[in-house]
């Protein structure tokens, strides 16, 4: 055990008011499993698609396929995760209504929508086999749009009053970034003969991926209590295990690479992993809207600090 | 150009949404507790004026007096209910001839007479509502626009132009604007717009029989709320407070303000509120340099040789 853990539960609960336990905030309404889906899905596609254009900028024609279809499908499952968890699916196109740089869903959509019909574009011609210069392009300009569609929705996240994504801002899309690096790695460890950089990728991800969420459950205070107590614990427990497991599998990999069993086992535990992570960081945000703790004590100690500062602020 | 877009004092929201010079003034309420008598006429002249459902079933919360339990959908005002026991003091705050304490017919107002004796009830009693935020992030992070400042600088939500994404809901740091269950669409206070643009004052305002619920131009009420504060410190009531007044917190200023007798928290406040997108720029930051740092990882691992 970590005797760091063993000296955190020594701190006293912390003493906060409330009226009659109710949240401070609202708790989102998203739904389960549209919006982790829509994190993770979006994840698995942009990194997917940069892995695709390297392949073929690269002289690797299976890994590229994988990656193409991989960017399709998943674009395409995201917008239908979102248009789903929408109160008024039917108005979904209001999304584009308007270009609004101070909403991070309304510039994830305007990433979004273009990376899409790239991204398709690039495995319509794939599948085909059609225009494959015009595909190369396609799938070029998805690559390049890729990593912005793998942390703008850790944007998404943190740009909201729920404290244990909005504390997370620094540390949330470096997980993020890790968690679809690790799936899209995962994908293209099907490539067989091609699948070197895929596997690098899963590695590479996977260990940024624990890292970072270890890191960042550690340096947000109070509200990384949400992210290690209830469902989020045991979710984000779940997912430490598939993503460990999906990493062991692919860098084992890298000294045996014939073994199919073991690639296809790999990927599917890494985007699992990647799956459960989003998860388990929603339902973290969801404990710590719904516990008033979570608002209060850490706005209390800040105008604590404040107060200390600058005495003659306060009256008492 | 304006500075302090996404935070921090900013003397005319109306026009740094581009209105024209000539817009109204902008309007707020100041919602006086000390006098609030906990009688709920807001709560009923909203939902009547607004044409708003009940929130469900009837229930009892157990929260004293309080069966709305909280701001949402179909509640716009919301009274909150305190009960305290203190420490006996030499004379009332203000008296307006409070009901007595416990529910009616109940326990309490026989038994624990010891306790009684050595302390007061005090019943604080507030009625909430949509701060309508100098720097107001429910519709900063609104996707479709549907979410726009008014000519009054009030926020209101277009129902036409929502799509039920519900990124405002937990955007908002006071826990205001929620989704409605079988319409999917965001709704709050507007502060009757249809009565703002016929020169009339918002009809928990007009309907509040203490005058607890003041409407006016935001600059004469918060004269007003600080000559109120001094006045009742004078009169030997040193916890009243003034919250959400003040240009330069976490929000810019509250459009609708309080006075409250105890700490935000007690009343359900977030007790040091800030509008998320003060951080934004931050985020991006930090989200680009991951996205670069992505970009950066999958290029190595195909820099690595072999295949
Ligand atoms: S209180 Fe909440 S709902 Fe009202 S304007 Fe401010 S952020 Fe929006
Ligand atoms: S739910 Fe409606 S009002 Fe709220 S952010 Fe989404 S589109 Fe805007």
Not at chain 1, 88 to 105: A, D, G, I
Not at chain 2, 265 to 281: A, H, M, N, S
Request: include cysteine; aromatic fraction near 6%; charge should be negative.
């Amino acid at each position: 055990m970590n005797p760091r853990r063993g000296e955190r539960l020594m701190v006293p609960e912390a003493e906060f008011q409330s009226y009659y336990d109710q949240p401070v905030i609202k708790p989102p309404v998203w739904k389960v499993p549209d919006v982790p889906a829509y994190l993770y899905l979006g994840g698995l596609a942009g990194a997917s698609a940069s892995m695709a254009a390297l392949a073929d900028a690269t002289g690797r024609p299976s890994l590229r396929r994988v990656g193409r279809i991989a960017s399709a499908l998943g674009a395409t499952a995201s917008v239908g995760a979102l248009i789903h968890d929408l109160g008024r699916p039917e108005r979904f196109l209001h999304m584009l209504r308007v270009f609004k740089p101070t909403s991070p869903l309304s510039v994830g959509s305007w990433i979004l929508a273009p990376f899409g019909s790239l991204a398709a574009a690039g495995a319509a011609s794939e599948l085909t086999g059609i225009a494959p210069r015009l595909g190369s392009v396609a799938g070029a300009g998805a690559g390049l749009l890729g990593p912005a569609m793998t942390t703008y929705t850790a944007v998404l996240l943190a740009d909201t009053a729920v404290p244990a994504w909005h504390e997370a801002h620094p540390q949330l899309p470096v997980v993020f970034a890790g968690s679809a690096l690790a799936s899209a790695g995962g994908v293209g460890l099907l490539a067989g003969a091609e699948a070197g950089p895929a596997r690098r990728m899963a590695v590479l991800g996977a260990a940024v991926e624990l890292g970072a969420t270890e890191l960042m459950e550690r340096s947000i205070g109070l509200p990384g209590e949400a992210y290690r107590t209830g469902r989020a614990a045991t979710v984000l427990r779940a997912a430490r295990a598939l993503t460990a497991a999906g990493g062991v599998g692919a860098l084992l990999g890298m000294r045996h690479p014939g073994s199919r069993v073991t690639s296809v086992l790999s990927g599917l535990l890494l985007n699992a992993g990647a799956a459960t992570t989003r998860y388990g960081i929603f339902e973290a945000g969801m404990q710590s809207a719904r516990d008033p703790k979570f608002t209060v004590v850490p706005q209390r100690q800040r105008l604590a600090e404040r107060g200390a500062a600058a005495p003659d602020n306060h009256h008492h | 150009m304006t500075d302090n877009r996404l935070a921090g004092p900013l003397d005319d929201p109306t026009a740094e949404a581009g209105y024209p010079a000539d817009h109204p003034e902008r309007v707020g309420f100041f919602t006086d507790t000390s006098i609030c008598i906990g009688c709920k006429a807001c709560e009923v002249a909203c939902k009547e004026w607004n044409l708003l459902e009940a929130d469900g079933p009837l229930d009892l919360s157990g929260n004293s007096y309080d069966n709305t339990v909280g701001l949402g959908a179909d509640t716009w005002r919301h009274v909150a209910f305190i009960e305290q026991r203190v420490p006996a003091r030499d004379k009332p705050q203000v008296d307006l001839g409070m009901p007595g304490p416990g529910p009616p017919g109940g326990t309490s107002q026989g038994g624990d007479r010891d306790d009684r004796d050595a302390t007061d009830v005090r019943w604080l009693m507030s009625s909430d509502v949509c701060k309508h935020c100098t720097h107001a992030a429910c519709l900063d992070v609104c996707p479709t626009g549907a979410l726009i400042r008014t000519e009054h600088g009030t926020v209101m939500v277009q129902d036409d132009i929502c799509n039920g994404c519900g990124y405002c809901i937990p955007a908002c740091p006071y826990g205001v604007i929620d989704q409605r269950p079988h319409d999917g669409g965001a709704f709050k206070c507007t502060m009757c717009q249809d009565r703002l643009g016929d020169g009339l004052a918002p009809a928990c305002a007009t309907a509040c029989p203490t005058d607890s619920i003041q409407f006016g131009p935001l600059d004469e009420l918060r004269e007003r709320a600080a000559q109120r504060v001094e006045e009742l410190h004078e009169r030997g009531v040193p916890e009243a407070r003034l919250y959400g007044h003040d240009p330069s917190d976490g929000v810019g200023g509250d459009g609708a303000f309080f006075l409250l007798l105890d700490e935000p928290e007690v009343y359900g406040f977030p007790p040091d509120p800030v509008v998320t997108t003060r951080d934004l720029p931050a985020m991006w930051r930090h989200a680009a340099g991951a996205a670069l740092a992505a970009a950066g990882g999958i290029a190595l691992a195909f820099l690595g040789g072999s295949r």
